[in-house]
């Protein structure tokens, strides 16, 4: 899937590449009516742990 998706560096780097003023993925969220701090990504080998209560109780 490598030519169909890029990491989160490499879209970062797109982002500044094209100059643009907004990212898709929030873009994607807001127009959707979703929180994008709702959204995070990982850097390579970390890890997080999602508390099921706290998804809860940002809504």
């Known amino acids: ?5 890029v990491e ?3 879209a970062v780097q797109i982002h500044m ?3 643009s003023n907004v ?3 929030w873009e994607a969220t807001v127009n959707l009516g979703l929180n994008p701090d709702l959204f995070f990504t990982l850097h390579h080998g ?4 999602i508390n099921h209560e706290d ?3 940002s809504s």
């Open 8 to 10: 989160p560096e490499e």
């Open 1 to 5: 899937m490598k030519s169909q998706h």
């Open 46 to 49: 970390e890890s997080r742990v």
């Open 55 to 57: 998804m809860h109780s």
């Open 17 to 19: 590449d094209i100059q």
């Open 23 to 25: 990212s898709s993925l």
